[in-house]
Protein backbone atom coordinates (compact mmCIF):
# COMPACT_ATOMS: atom_id res chain seq x y z
CA UNK A 1 0.00 0.00 0.00
CA UNK A 2 1.29 3.45 -0.79
CA UNK A 3 0.92 6.03 2.21
CA UNK A 4 -0.48 9.33 2.16
CA UNK A 5 2.67 11.84 2.65
CA UNK A 6 0.90 12.92 5.90
CA UNK A 7 0.99 9.54 7.06
CA UNK A 8 4.70 8.94 6.90
CA UNK A 9 5.67 12.36 7.65
CA UNK A 10 3.67 12.33 11.05
CA UNK A 11 5.49 8.59 11.62
CA UNK A 12 8.59 9.93 10.82
CA UNK A 13 7.64 12.69 13.58
CA UNK A 14 6.65 10.03 15.92
CA UNK A 15 9.92 7.95 15.58
CA UNK A 16 11.85 11.21 15.64
CA UNK A 17 10.01 12.07 19.17
CA UNK A 18 10.72 8.18 20.10
CA UNK A 19 14.69 8.18 19.40
CA UNK A 20 14.72 11.48 21.59
CA UNK A 21 12.71 9.90 24.51
CA UNK A 22 14.37 6.48 24.32
CA UNK A 23 11.32 4.98 23.69
CA UNK A 24 10.89 1.90 21.38
CA UNK A 25 6.91 1.17 19.49
CA UNK A 26 4.50 -1.68 19.12
CA UNK A 27 1.61 -2.35 17.46
CA UNK A 28 -1.83 -4.06 18.08
CA UNK A 29 -3.89 -4.12 15.02
CA UNK A 30 -7.72 -5.16 13.96
CA UNK A 31 -9.26 -3.24 11.24
CA UNK A 32 -6.48 -1.49 10.13
CA UNK A 33 -4.30 -4.91 9.71
CA UNK A 34 -1.17 -3.86 10.61
CA UNK A 35 -1.19 -0.77 8.59
CA UNK A 36 0.25 1.49 11.50
CA UNK A 37 3.22 -0.52 11.78
CA UNK A 38 3.59 -0.60 7.95
CA UNK A 39 3.72 3.26 8.19
CA UNK A 40 6.07 3.40 11.06
CA UNK A 41 8.55 1.08 9.28
CA UNK A 42 8.55 3.19 6.13
CA UNK A 43 10.93 5.67 8.16
CA UNK A 44 14.31 5.51 8.27
CA UNK A 45 15.84 4.19 11.34
CA UNK A 46 12.40 2.25 12.58
CA UNK A 47 14.41 -1.62 12.79
CA UNK A 48 15.54 0.59 16.24
CA UNK A 49 12.44 1.48 17.70
CA UNK A 50 9.64 -0.60 16.12
CA UNK A 51 9.60 -4.02 17.38
CA UNK A 52 6.72 -5.28 15.41
CA UNK A 53 2.95 -5.50 15.34
CA UNK A 54 -0.02 -7.91 16.55
CA UNK A 55 -2.31 -8.58 13.98
CA UNK A 56 -5.21 -9.71 15.68
CA UNK A 57 -8.13 -9.30 13.34
CA UNK A 58 -10.64 -12.68 14.89
CA UNK A 59 -11.97 -12.46 18.62
CA UNK A 60 -10.05 -15.84 18.76
CA UNK A 61 -6.82 -14.03 18.19
CA UNK A 62 -7.14 -11.26 20.46
CA UNK A 63 -7.46 -14.08 22.77
CA UNK A 64 -4.78 -16.29 21.73
CA UNK A 65 -2.24 -13.75 20.96
CA UNK A 66 -3.10 -10.49 23.09
CA UNK A 67 -4.98 -12.13 26.15
CA UNK A 68 -8.18 -10.16 26.02
CA UNK A 69 -10.66 -12.06 28.21
CA UNK A 70 -12.45 -14.25 25.90
CA UNK A 71 -15.65 -13.16 28.57
CA UNK A 72 -15.15 -9.48 27.56
CA UNK A 73 -15.67 -10.30 24.32
CA UNK A 74 -18.47 -12.25 24.70
CA UNK A 75 -20.02 -10.06 26.54
CA UNK A 76 -19.34 -6.55 24.65
CA UNK A 77 -18.03 -7.45 21.10
CA UNK A 78 -14.30 -6.98 19.59
CA UNK A 79 -15.41 -3.03 18.76
CA UNK A 80 -15.71 -0.94 22.20
CA UNK A 81 -13.69 1.12 24.53
CA UNK A 82 -12.60 -1.87 26.77
CA UNK A 83 -11.00 -4.29 23.67
CA UNK A 84 -8.34 -1.76 23.24
CA UNK A 85 -6.96 -3.79 26.28
CA UNK A 86 -4.91 -5.00 22.81
CA UNK A 87 -2.33 -2.76 23.66
CA UNK A 88 -1.80 -4.39 27.47
CA UNK A 89 -1.34 -6.90 25.92
CA UNK A 90 1.44 -6.23 23.15
CA UNK A 91 3.42 -4.26 25.96
CA UNK A 92 3.29 -7.27 28.41
CA UNK A 93 4.75 -9.63 24.77
CA UNK A 94 6.86 -7.04 23.82
CA UNK A 95 9.92 -5.08 25.21
CA UNK A 96 8.75 -1.91 23.87
CA UNK A 97 7.80 0.80 26.08
CA UNK A 98 5.07 2.25 23.74
CA UNK A 99 1.90 0.84 22.58
CA UNK A 100 -0.55 1.48 20.08
CA UNK A 101 -3.99 -0.73 19.38
CA UNK A 102 -6.54 -0.06 16.89
CA UNK A 103 -9.76 -2.00 17.30
CA UNK A 104 -13.04 -0.75 15.05
CA UNK A 105 -15.34 -1.42 12.04
CA UNK A 106 -13.49 -0.19 8.33
CA UNK A 107 -16.60 -1.65 6.24
CA UNK A 108 -17.54 -2.62 3.96
CA UNK A 109 -20.57 -3.60 6.35
CA UNK A 110 -20.86 -3.27 10.08
CA UNK A 111 -19.09 -5.91 12.12
CA UNK A 112 -20.95 -9.53 13.59
CA UNK A 113 -21.95 -7.48 16.66
CA UNK A 114 -23.80 -4.54 14.64
CA UNK A 115 -21.18 -1.73 15.23
CA UNK A 116 -21.41 0.29 12.67
CA UNK A 117 -19.10 1.03 9.38
CA UNK A 118 -16.27 3.76 10.69
CA UNK A 119 -16.62 2.85 14.44
CA UNK A 120 -13.21 3.03 16.01
CA UNK A 121 -11.42 2.91 19.25
CA UNK A 122 -7.72 3.48 19.88
CA UNK A 123 -5.39 3.16 22.88
CA UNK A 124 -2.23 3.93 23.61
CA UNK A 125 -0.06 3.32 26.06
CA UNK A 126 2.94 3.84 27.56
CA UNK A 127 4.40 1.66 30.13
CA UNK A 128 3.90 3.10 34.18
CA UNK A 129 1.22 5.48 32.76
CA UNK A 130 -2.39 5.57 31.90
CA UNK A 131 -3.93 4.41 29.08
CA UNK A 132 -5.34 7.62 26.29
CA UNK A 133 -8.03 6.09 25.31
CA UNK A 134 -9.90 7.77 21.75
CA UNK A 135 -12.90 6.89 20.22
CA UNK A 136 -14.23 8.02 16.86
CA UNK A 137 -16.99 7.48 14.45
CA UNK A 138 -15.37 8.16 11.20
CA UNK A 139 -18.51 7.10 9.49
CA UNK A 140 -19.22 5.56 6.26
CA UNK A 141 -16.49 7.28 4.17
CA UNK A 142 -14.94 3.63 2.84
CA UNK A 143 -13.02 1.20 3.79
CA UNK A 144 -9.20 3.22 3.50
CA UNK A 145 -10.33 6.64 4.35
CA UNK A 146 -11.48 5.04 7.47
CA UNK A 147 -8.64 2.96 7.87
CA UNK A 148 -6.35 6.00 7.12
CA UNK A 149 -8.06 8.49 9.69
CA UNK A 150 -7.84 5.79 12.55
CA UNK A 151 -3.67 5.48 11.79
CA UNK A 152 -3.66 9.11 11.79
CA UNK A 153 -5.31 9.52 14.87
CA UNK A 154 -3.06 6.91 16.49
CA UNK A 155 0.01 8.35 15.57
CA UNK A 156 -1.47 11.40 16.88
CA UNK A 157 -2.11 10.04 20.55
CA UNK A 158 1.75 7.99 20.07
CA UNK A 159 2.78 11.29 19.80
CA UNK A 160 1.25 13.06 22.86
CA UNK A 161 1.61 9.88 25.11
CA UNK A 162 5.37 10.35 24.23
CA UNK A 163 5.34 13.93 24.67
CA UNK A 164 3.97 14.25 28.34
CA UNK A 165 2.83 11.26 30.12
CA UNK A 166 1.01 12.61 32.65
CA UNK A 167 -2.54 11.61 33.49
CA UNK A 168 -4.85 10.83 30.77
CA UNK A 169 -8.21 10.56 30.39
CA UNK A 170 -10.64 9.05 28.07
CA UNK A 171 -10.94 10.93 25.28
CA UNK A 172 -14.05 11.04 23.40
Known sequence: MSFKPALVDAASDVLA????????IVTAESCTSGLLASVLSESPGAAELLHGG????TKQNKTTALGVPEELLQREGAVNAEVPALEEGALERSPAELAAAITGV????????GNPVGLVFIAVARRGFPTAYLARDYGNIGRDAVRESAIADALAALSRVARVCRSYARVR
Request: aromatic share 10%; charged share 25%; proline share 10%.
Open 17 to 24: LARIRGLS
Open 54 to 57: FVTY
Open 106 to 113: AGPSPDED
